[in-house]
């Protein structure tokens, strides 16, 4: 059975003036005086005794009193009263503070942090995108209940760990390479069916998962972010306006052939006057230009469903920018521009779809003459790069905002400051035809001074 503080507060130091006391009595002892020696023992004790009693008791509460203090969480329920000897009082006092600053400091720190959760659950319950945050194991942190109910995972579950928590096991394929890529960002499509799975033609439910690694510092573990967005509309709407577009430009195109057939006969064969000259060279022109328009829109839908084969040729680079500086040099002319030309020497070989190629380059160069403003320059260029040839063409135009530039490869991206006729389409399409050839496209601006659109294609022929 253990003592307590002040018994064992008595022993020690009973222990420590009864060695002096012990040796004053042995030698009391000999001189005969037993008696006196007793009282020297006696007299040792009581002193230490009375000594300890004004300390021992004190000490033993304030030991008490921090063990209930943990035990209630933090709380003190009742401060220690003050007794004993100014020492002890002054401990005692001091240790109640201590105990109420710990206390409120706490509680103002936990109050902190409920309040910091609530606005981050009120945050992303008012997102309309489903959110998780996972550490690298897979288990909940925190999540909003949309991404509960696309995931089906039941609410009452205590322990909630991906992907095998997912009642929808569509996702399970998708999240479990999220949690094993050691990339920053990852992105992935998932379809769903909706309540149809058993039948031949369920209905789905379309679904974008993104998601971005963070640091867990608590833990100092990586965890992820996982936004799960219903994109099934947007896919719709897609779909649609493809189905719009590719019905609309098989619709125009044989009546934009026979206007453009008849104005170029008609400019062989009607008498030659300024004006019908000038309204012919309209004619021909805007159907041109819609008929370019039209093949855009029919090479980006072929294009992105992967329904184009590319009809491979061996071709002379320098050949193409030459047919393109042609068709566009009279445009050039009329604007008062200076459009020029720089060509390898020699063969450039290619390896590559002709029409489909140069439609990119006629799309780069028509972009910059309607762009750059009457009196500015454009230059088309085609280089060898190792074994890549590269095409350039360059303007001073106003040029593209940065935060832009990322974008205008999109479709239907357009800069809403430059509100001329189109799409949005003819920088897509290029974007498609490069990346089939195998090759990549990029743009170097500078707002206020022009901008300078490249792309390479693998050289050499291919004999076959």
Not at 29 to 40: H, I, P, T
Not at 122 to 148: F, M, P, Q, W, Y
Not at 153 to 162: G, N
Request: glycine share 8%.
């Amino acid at each position: 059975m253990s003592m307590n503080l002040t018994a064992r507060l008595v022993c020690i130091l009973f222990a420590t003036a009864a060695f002096p006391a012990l040796v004053f009595a042995w030698w009391l002892g000999l001189g005969g005086g037993y008696a006196a020696a007793a009282a020297v023992l006696l007299s040792a004790f009581l002193g230490a005794r009375a000594i300890l009693q004004g300390m021992g008791a004190p000490l033993n509460r304030m030991s008490g009193a921090v063990k209930a203090f943990k035990a209630a969480d933090y709380r003190l329920e009742s401060p220690l009263v003050k007794e004993g000897w100014p020492e002890t009082a002054g401990l005692i006092s001091a240790l109640n503070r201590l105990m109420l600053e710990l206390g409120a400091y706490r509680s103002f720190h936990l109050n902190q942090v409920v309040e910091e959760r609530a606005k981050a659950q009120a945050l992303i319950e008012t997102i309309s995108d489903a959110v998780l945050l996972v550490d690298d194991r897979g288990r909940l942190i925190h999540s909003n209940k949309l991404a509960l109910s696309i995931l089906r995972v039941e609410a009452e579950t205590q322990d909630i760990v991906f992907p095998d928590s997912a009642g929808e096991a569509v996702f399970r394929p998708v999240l479990r390479d999220i949690l094993a890529s050691q990339d920053n960002f990852v992105k992935a499509e998932v379809s769903v069916p909706c309540g149809g799975a058993e039948q031949e033609c369920p209905i789905y439910r379309d679904f974008r998962v993104m998601s971005n690694q963070f640091l867990l510092a608590a833990f100092r573990r990586p965890g992820r972010v996982i936004v799960i967005r219903d994109v099934t509309m947007e896919k719709e709407i897609e779909s649609a306006r493809e189905t719009f577009f590719q019905m609309i430009t098989h619709d125009m195109r044989a009546p934009l052939t026979s206007i453009q057939g008849y104005a170029e006969l008609m400019e062989k064969c009607v008498p030659r006057s300024d004006r019908t000259e000038k309204y012919l060279s309209a004619i021909v022109n805007s159907s041109k230009r819609l008929n370019g328009m039209i093949e855009d829109i029919l090479n980006t839908i072929k294009l992105e469903r992967g329904g184009m084969a590319l009809v491979l040729v061996n071709v002379d680079a320098a050949s193409l920018c030459a047919r393109v500086y042609e068709a566009y040099e009279p445009l050039a002319a009329r604007r008062n521009m200076i459009f020029s030309v720089t060509l390898p020497e020699g063969v450039m070989p290619l390896s590559a779809d002709a029409r489909l190629l140069e439609r990119v380059i006629s799309n780069l160069v028509g972009n910059s003459l309607k762009f750059t403003p009457p009196g500015g320059s454009v230059k088309l260029s085609c280089l060898r790069e190792g074994a890549d040839a590269v095409f350039s063409v360059a303007d001073n135009g106003p040029g593209i905002p940065k935060e832009k530039q990322t974008e205008i490869f999109e479709k239907f991206s357009q800069l809403e400051e430059h509100r001329y006729m189109g799409f949005g389409l003819g920088l897509a399409m290029c974007r498609m035809a490069v990346d089939l050839h195998g090759g990549r496209i990029w743009v170097d601006s500078q707002e206020g001074r022009g901008s300078t659109f490249s792309f390479s294609v693998p050289g050499g022929w291919k004999h076959g």
